[in-house]
């Protein structure tokens, strides 16, 4: 892959020169290619007119969209992976509580003990991919995994991943033939259709889980209501 460092446009191995400025290309690993997102045109991309940073739960809903998945299962993932990203924490949760998030009660226990492990597990941090890690697992594979994770995210937010796709998908294939993981094939070939039967599942637990409890606190007061109409009828009947 070559790189033209004044244009900062990736070109195929047998291009000679920059087919816009004319200028010498220099030769970079696809690894590397990926660590040189345009951080400016990605904050002026994400940033209102005010200047002010978009709400992070508008770039989740932008990410979910440009994948056509919209299941917990990535909404979650990608939550973990931008809350590991940088060195600083952004929040304590790793998907956002609220009180819809609340009321799904597998994903809000499942979102609880995962977060626990979370601070247990990723106590260190790793410049070259900018993330949070696990000092004992993190190897090479996986820092080049979070640079690729992190690039798509970026680039589907600067709207860069249109012109920046054929790269993705070129080195998602080289990485299969090597048997290692690709962000890019993880996050658009995942199984949708089995993701969204389980989120089914645990929305109809959570409806029959929630049901049973509001029976099961105002069954008492109904009970008690029913009993003093029935004592209202009572005495109506003997004072006739």
């Known amino acids: 892959m070559k790189y033209c460092s004044e244009c900062r ?10 087919q816009r400025c004319q200028g010498g290309l220099s030769e970079v690993s696809l690894t590397d290619a990926f660590r040189l997102t345009d951080r400016q045109a990605l904050e002026r ?6 200047k002010k940073e978009l709400p992070d739960l508008y770039k989740q809903y932008h ?15 990608l939550h973990k992976y931008r809350l590991r990203h940088g060195r600083r924490l952004k929040r304590f949760f790793i998907a956002p509580v609220t009180f819809f998030s609340i009321l799904n009660l597998p994903w809000f226990l499942f979102n609880l003990v995962a977060t626990n492990l979370f601070h247990l597990t990723y106590t260190g941090y790793c410049e070259r991919c900018d993330a949070k890690i696990n000092p004992q697992d993190h190897t090479r594979a996986e820092c ?29 294939r080289e990485k299969q033939l090597k048997g290692l993981r690709s962000a890019y094939h993880e996050l658009f070939h995942r199984l949708v259709r089995w993701e969204i039967f389980w989120d089914v599942i ?39």
């Open 9 to 18: 446009v990736f070109f195929e191995e047998q291009t000679m020169s920059c």
């Open 45 to 50: 991309n994400i940033r209102g007119k005010a």
């Open 63 to 77: 990410i979910r969209c440009y994948i056509g998945n919209k299941s917990l299962f990535l909404d979650y993932d």
């Open 144 to 172: 080049d995994y979070n640079i690729e994770y992190f690039s798509v995210l970026d680039d589907i937010l600067n709207g860069r991943i249109l012109d920046r796709k054929p790269l993705y998908e070129q080195f998602a």
């Open 202 to 240: 645990s929305i109809w637990f959570s409806v029959l889980f929630w049901l049973y409890v509001i029976v099961f606190i105002s069954y008492p007061w109904v009970k008690v209501l029913w009993q003093m109409i029935q004592g209202w009828e009572s005495r109506e009947l003997l004072m006739e």
